[in-house]
């Protein structure tokens, strides 16, 4: 799907940008329930997954990792039950790059893997201890075996961006020649800057004729602009995570990175943008971690309004104050009030309710309202209506 862009109110600047090889269709692999079951303190239950999976294959993902079989049997449980759910995504298994965490998934009747090994100076030395020829080895028959073993086969370095890109080039040239699919290029610690992300892309894809990927880490707050950054340099697929959970600082939040390709580059996505809202949510709660308020798209307060100048502009017009309509993303506008509200707020609350005041009445509540938020207190909408009989019934 594309967004409609009578519905989307970006910068005019963006379109100075839009360069004919950046990628216009965009796969969406989805890895909360892998990278996002990282997340500290999170363990999902096979049913748990099993609804989340779900809610996913209706967002419309491309392809859903559900975790990591290799590890535990209720990884494998959950793996096979998804899979014999029949949904419209592929249903994808990570893997070390050995011989038994690709049985692992493959016994699992799942027929996507996602196998991986570090490439980095510091991953071979201080964890692998092995040497950059070994690495190189291991990488070829994992996926000889995998596809051997009838997968579909997506491969990647680890710690890709702490790595030369001498060695990083020639993994991607023998992964390639031993038949894998794609090449996933994560930014394992979020190290990497926007700009140079899209360099890095553009290096690889001189010896790389499979899809790139790209897989990005927020430890600077650089998730979503990397993974943007790297569909500039060429990929054609994202990993991401529905709130952005995982490991640490988490991943690059499926709703930001989709939204912001289909915005800011045309891009097409299979993603059914007003189930964002819904599929955030489900996540929270299972996961067992709120949305903050004023995280983008999905927090309580994207689509919140309290300025009396903001509410005036929005009640008119929302693209005043609004990028896009909150409808567009399956979420609800929250008009707030708080002192810097104006009557245009309280009048368009009111009537929500029901409740109609002259506008000698309405300046009494406004008044009070602005009172009570001085000294500190939130007025909700019981209160309001409560406030308003008060006045009504005065007359
Ligand atoms: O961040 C990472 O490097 C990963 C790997 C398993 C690809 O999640
Ligand atoms: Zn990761």
């Known amino acids: 799907s594309s967004l409609d862009k009578k519905k989307v ?21 989805d890895t909360t329930l892998r990278d996002g079951e990282q997340t500290p303190g999170v363990a999902l239950t096979c049913d748990d997954k099993i609804r989340i999976a779900k809610a996913l294959d209706e967002l ?43 049985d692992a998934v493959a016994d699992c009747g799942l027929n996507y893997v996602h196998t991986f090994i570090a490439t980095s100076d510091s991953h071979l030395k201080y964890k692998l201890k092995m040497t950059q020829d070994e690495v190189l080895e291991r990488a070829v028959s994992a996926v000889e075996y995998a596809k051997s073993r009838g997968l579909e086969v997506e491969f990647s370095c680890e710690d890709a961006t702490r790595t030369s890109l001498e060695f ?24 990497i800057s926007p700009i140079a992300m899209e360099y890095l892309i ?20 650089m998730a979503v602009a990397n993974t943007l950054s790297a569909v500039r340099g060429g990929a054609e697929q994202i990993h991401a995570t529905i709130n952005g959970m995982g490991e640490r600082a988490g991943n690059a939040s499926l709703e930001e990175a989709v939204l912001a390709l289909m915005a800011f580059y045309n891009a097409e996505t299979t993603i059914n ?105 939130e007025i909700d909408d019981a209160e309001l209506v409560a406030l308003a009989s008060h006045f009504a019934e005065q007359h």
């Open 60 to 102: 419309g993902v491309n392809v859903i990792e559900v975790g990591f079989p290799a590890s535990s049997q209720g990884e494998k449980d959950a793996a096979k039950a998804i899979m014999n759910l029949g949904l419209n995504s592929k249903v994808c298994g990570l893997a070390r790059s050995v011989k038994s965490d690709i």
């Open 168 to 191: 990083l080039k020639k993994m991607h040239i023998a992964v390639q020649e031993a038949g894998v699919n794609r090449i996933n290029v994560p930014d394992t610690v979020g190290t």
């Open 202 to 221: 553009r290096e690889l894809k001189t010896v790389t004729k499979v899809p790139i990927s790209v897989h990005c880490h927020d430890d600077f707050g």
């Open 273 to 377: 943008t007003k189930m964002i809202g819904p599929t955030c949510k489900l996540v929270s709660r299972l996961f067992g971690y709120p949305i903050p308020a004023n995280k983008a798209i999905v927090g309580k307060n994207a689509f919140a309004h309290e300025s009396g100048i903001h509410v005036h502009g929005v009640l008119n017009d929302p693209s005043t104050y609004e990028a896009f309509g909150p409808e567009l993303v399956g979420v609800e506008r929250n008009i707030v009030l708080g002192k810097h509200s104006g009557t245009h707020s309280i009048k368009e609350k009111l009537n929500e309710y029901g409740v109609v005041l002259d506008d000698e009445r309405i300046a009494q509540v406004v008044d009070k309202i602005k009172d009570l938020a001085d000294s500190g207190k």
């Open 9 to 29: 109110y970006t910068s005019k600047f963006n379109e100075l940008f839009l360069s004919n090889d950046v990628p216009k269709n965009i796969t969406v692999f």
